[in-house]
């Protein structure tokens, strides 16, 4: 039976003012403490809910990963039952015959061991392995090659404010040259330290042409700003037309600069120093005559390196080398070595040496000197107070006047070019990189990179960056053949191989056809 509140109110000491006030409080924590526990509740859940889908996640990862073990068991079941070795799974590219596997495979072989070289790599690996595989033909390499080189060129390049442009000229025969643009980024090089390598650089062009003025070189670099900024900074190997070309890129950008190679300019001032000096010049025709004297004889081993027709100041260290062991061999009469020979063949043929010892001594003096810059260069780059650190490198220990000069030179160049530097800039000073790609190149070519530019110049993009899985399939999934094509039809036309070859095959029609009649007749 319920009691009204109105007769039990009386039984309480507190008036019924405190009493409906301590009745609230007592609803209102109530009411919190629902509020807190369902709270609690729902979060419960979440968490719930969420350790459930994990669990169902890391299920069918066990599930797949059952599968992958259940095959690779399979697989190696059928290996051991059939003793032969399995390649990789490597699906073909569209309605290609081959996978990027073996694409990036036969292109890595091919910027190593060459063409025909690598397609025997892979027959010879593969008849080892006792692998049924076929083998792709050179001539297919060649195009795969091409491909990845134009997909190269197509790939988009961010534009930025640090860019620094390597540009040169590469000729072979005839009037034809080809200019290769590389760019690398300020806040991209390597740690100081650390010289540039062709993972480091970015292809920006490779164009031929027969006539490289100031004119076409700045319409080129005005090309190159637009697509990808006007640079802080072009290095070039001081020829005039790559030097001067460059200038109408301050009309975009005030604060561009033009910087010269460092070796070629150091090459340019031993030039200056040793190169008109008449010693030098009767050395070097010494030199050639030894070359052929001794060759067939029992001197044969030798023979003085074959100096370099050009740049041959960039090149002296072999010659210089060669000449200081020359003299040392001359001079030790106990040395085992000397049983190889006869004493009147090695003072016919290398007693002469004797003359030059001074001027050797001075002329190695020199190449140190060079080599010592060209190593703090490449490695260091060019930076402010450069100029101090060269100093240091190159003038301890010369002791003659002609060295001295030249480190002088040396120092004072680079003196003025860090002037133009940012505070904490550096920047590249050395094309030996770009050098480098031009050797991958004819390494590439072999036998042919004196015959003149080919359609193979498309496949010069590439040879500076290892071929991958991906890369390789986005090449030929992006550029056809016919894209290769067209590149060769735009850039190169009528090649001197195939000028050779329509002469060659013009002419032979002709004196068949005049053989036929004399025949006849």
Same mark, same amino acid.
């Given at each position: 039976? =319920?009691?009204?509140?109105?007769?039990?109110?009386?039984?309480?000491?507190?008036?019924?003012?405190?009493?409906?006030?301590?009745?609230?409080?007592?609803?209102?924590?109530?009411?919190?403490?629902?509020?807190?526990?369902? @709270?609690?509740?729902?979060?419960?859940?979440?968490? +719930?809910?969420?350790?459930?889908?994990?669990?169902?996640?890391?299920?069918?990862?066990?599930?797949?990963?059952?599968?992958?073990?259940?095959?690779?068991?399979?697989?190696?079941?059928?290996?051991? @039952?059939?003793?032969?070795?399995?390649?990789?799974?490597?699906?073909?590219? *569209?309605?290609?015959?081959?996978?990027?596997?073996?694409?990036?495979?036969?292109?890595?072989?091919?910027?190593?061991?060459?063409?025909?070289?690598?397609?025997?790599?892979?027959?010879?690996?593969?008849?080892? +392995?006792?692998?049924?595989?076929?083998?792709?033909?050179?001539?297919?390499?060649?195009?795969?090659? @091409?491909?990845?080189?134009?997909?190269?060129?197509?790939?988009?390049?961010?534009?930025?404010?640090?860019?620094?442009?390597?540009?040169?000229?590469?000729?072979?025969?005839?009037?034809?040259?080809?200019?290769?643009?590389?760019?690398?980024r300020?806040?991209?090089?390597?740690?100081?330290?650390?010289?540039?390598?062709?993972?480091?650089?970015? +292809?920006?062009?490779?164009?031929?042409?027969?006539?490289?003025?100031?004119?076409?070189?700045?319409?080129v670099?005005?090309?190159?700003?637009?697509?990808?900024?006007?640079?802080?900074?072009?290095?070039?190997?001081?020829?005039?037309?790559?030097?001067?070309?460059?200038?109408?890129?301050?009309?975009?950008? =005030?604060?561009?600069?033009?910087?010269?190679?460092?070796?070629?300019?150091?090459?340019c001032?031993?030039?200056a120093?040793?190169?008109?000096?008449?010693?030098f010049?009767?050395?070097?025709?010494?030199?050639?005559?030894?070359?052929?004297?001794?060759?067939?004889?029992?001197?044969?081993?030798?023979?003085?390196?074959?100096?370099?027709?050009?740049?041959?100041?960039?090149?002296?260290?072999?010659?210089?080398?060669?000449?200081t062991?020359?003299?040392?061999?001359?001079?030790?009469?106990?040395?085992?070595?000397?049983k190889?020979?006869?004493?009147?063949?090695?003072?016919?043929?290398?007693?002469?040496?004797? =003359?030059?010892?001074?001027?050797?001594t001075?002329?190695?003096?020199? @190449?140190?000197?060079?080599?010592?810059?060209?190593?703090?260069?490449?490695?260091?780059?060019?930076?402010?107070?450069?100029a101090?650190?060269?100093?240091?490198?190159?003038?301890?220990?010369l002791?003659?006047?002609?060295?001295?000069?030249?480190?002088?030179?040396?120092?004072?160049?680079?003196?003025?070019?860090?002037?133009?530097?940012?505070?904490?800039?550096?920047?590249?000073?050395?094309?030996?990189?770009?050098?480098?790609?031009?050797?991958?190149?004819?390494? +590439?070519?072999?036998q042919h990179?004196?015959?003149?530019?080919?359609?193979?110049?498309?496949?010069?993009?590439?040879?500076?960056?290892?071929?991958?899985?991906?890369?390789?399939e986005?090449?030929?999934?992006?550029?056809?053949?016919?894209?290769?094509?067209?590149?060769?039809?735009?850039?190169? *036309?009528?090649?001197?191989?195939?000028?050779?070859?329509?002469?060659?095959?013009? =002419?032979?029609?002709?004196?068949?056809?005049?053989?036929?009649?004399t025949?006849?007749?």
């Amino acid at each position: 039976m =319920s009691t009204s509140w109105t007769t039990k109110w009386s039984d309480f000491k507190s008036p019924l003012r405190v009493v409906v006030q301590f009745l609230l409080r007592s609803r209102e924590k109530k009411a919190n403490k629902c509020r807190e526990l369902k @709270q609690k509740l729902d979060q419960a859940q979440r968490l +719930l809910t969420q350790r459930e889908r994990e669990l169902e996640q890391q299920g069918e990862e066990i599930r797949e990963l059952q599968q992958q073990v259940e095959c690779l068991e399979d697989e190696e079941r059928i290996r051991d @039952q059939a003793g032969t070795p399995f390649l990789p799974d490597d699906p073909p590219i *569209g309605t290609h015959g081959y996978g990027p596997r073996m694409v990036s495979l036969a292109v890595n072989l091919a910027r190593t061991v060459g063409l025909r070289g690598s397609q025997r790599s892979l027959e010879i690996v593969f008849d080892w +392995l006792g692998v049924e595989q076929a083998v792709p033909h050179f001539t297919t390499i060649r195009i795969w090659l @091409q491909r990845v080189g134009v997909a190269t060129l197509k790939e988009p390049l961010e534009q930025a404010k640090d860019w620094i442009w390597m540009a040169d000229h590469s000729n072979q025969i005839g009037r034809e040259k080809v200019l290769v643009v590389l760019g690398v980024r300020a806040s991209q090089l390597p740690p100081s330290g650390t010289a540039l390598k062709h993972k480091d650089v970015r +292809l920006l062009t490779v164009r031929p042409g027969t006539m490289w003025k100031r004119e076409d070189m700045a319409a080129v670099y005005t090309e190159l700003a637009e697509q990808y900024g006007p640079p802080r900074a072009v290095l070039s190997d001081g020829a005039v037309e790559l030097r001067d070309g460059a200038k109408c890129l301050k009309n975009q950008r =005030s604060d561009t600069i033009v910087l010269q190679d460092f070796k070629h300019k150091a090459a340019c001032f031993f030039k200056a120093l040793v190169g008109k000096d008449k010693r030098f010049a009767e050395f070097h025709t010494r030199l050639g005559r030894t070359r052929s004297v001794i060759q067939q004889s029992c001197l044969a081993h030798l023979t003085p390196p074959t100096p370099k027709s050009k740049a041959r100041f960039m090149n002296l260290a072999a010659v210089l080398q060669w000449a200081t062991n020359m003299l040392w061999l001359l001079e030790h009469p106990e040395a085992k070595t000397r049983k190889f020979v006869s004493v009147e063949w090695l003072e016919e043929g290398l007693g002469w040496l004797r =003359s030059f010892t001074e001027d050797l001594t001075v002329w190695r003096e020199c @190449q140190a000197v060079l080599e010592q810059g060209v190593k703090l260069i490449n490695e260091q780059g060019l930076f402010r107070g450069a100029a101090k650190q060269l100093r240091v490198a190159v003038n301890p220990g010369l002791t003659h006047a002609t060295s001295r000069q030249l480190a002088d030179r040396l120092i004072n160049f680079v003196a003025d070019a860090e002037r133009h530097l940012k505070r904490k800039e550096r920047l590249p000073m050395s094309t030996e990189i770009l050098e480098s790609s031009f050797g991958l190149y004819k390494q +590439l070519e072999r036998q042919h990179s004196k015959g003149g530019f080919t359609s193979l110049l498309p496949a010069f993009g590439a040879l500076l960056n290892k071929a991958t899985k991906e890369s390789a399939e986005h090449a030929l999934s992006t550029v056809s053949v016919n894209d290769v094509k067209q590149w060769v039809r735009e850039n190169l *036309g009528h090649t001197l191989t195939a000028k050779r070859s329509a002469t060659y095959k013009e =002419s032979k029609h002709t004196n068949q056809g005049a053989t036929k009649l004399t025949a006849a007749a």
